[in-house]
T-cell receptor, first 107, second 112 residues
């Protein structure tokens, strides 16, 4: 079983829509959780860390459910510039990356 | 944050040759990582490079094929040896700082 699993999408949504991504992880002892963003032909960059109580950064909300072992990312009021691949990252004895979820925001 | 300079940014190589990728960090870091990312795929960890010790390789990757150097706390190299077309990929250097991973811009390698 993979350490981290994500729905690869693609998600195609209109501007202004709300979209949510989920990610499950297999190791209940995982310690830290992140969402990274990767633009086409670019390196991954940290979008936000995921706190136990959930956290919000502008239009982005991240949540963690330890009991069910999943994390989520909610994007409100989608912008064209949100088009990218979103990678779920979980740490244990190393950083484990999901395969990424592709998002395209359509005008 | 950590700023990482990785070079070359891209290269086209003949099979059987070797390419060395360099990674320079703007601050001293204990752990540096080398990843490979195939088109449309996620990141695969090749090895972890710690200063002053042998790199730790993940399953499926060996030192003879991917020798790594880590001469100090700000620099590392990855060599892709005896290349074949299957080695065509993006190679990414990464460091861990304050429990976050930061990446170099990557090296896009094509092997003919």
């Amino acid at each position: 079983r993979k350490e981290v699993e994500q729905d690869p999408g693609p998600f195609n949504v209109p501007e202004g829509a709300t979209v949510a991504f989920n990610c499950t992880y297999s190791n209940s002892a995982s310690q830290s959780f992140f969402w990274y963003r990767q633009d086409c032909r670019k390196e991954p960059k940290l979008l936000m860390s995921v706190h136990s109580s959930g956290n919000e950064d502008g239009r982005f909300t991240a949540q963690l459910n330890r009991a069910s072992q999943y994390i989520s990312l909610l994007i409100r009021d989608s912008k064209l510039s949100d088009s990218a691949t979103y990678l779920c990252v979980v740490t244990g004895n190393q950083f484990y990356f999901g395969t990424g979820t592709s998002l395209t925001v359509i005008p | 944050s950590a700023v990482i300079s990785q070079k070359p940014s891209r290269d086209i190589c003949q099979r059987g040759t070797s390419l060395t990728i360099q990674c320079q960090v703007d601050s001293q870091v204990t752990m540096m990582f080398w990843y490979r990312q195939q088109p449309g795929q996620s990141l695969t960890l090749i090895a972890t490079a710690n200063q002053g010790s042998e790199a730790t390789y993940e399953s499926g990757f060996v030192i003879d094929k991917f020798p790594i150097s880590r001469p100090n706390l700000t620099f590392s190299t990855l060599t892709v040896s005896n290349m074949s077309p299957e080695d065509s990929s993006i190679y990414l250097c990464s460091v861990e700082a304050w429990n976050i991973q930061y990446f170099g811009a990557g090296t896009r390698l094509s092997v003919l």
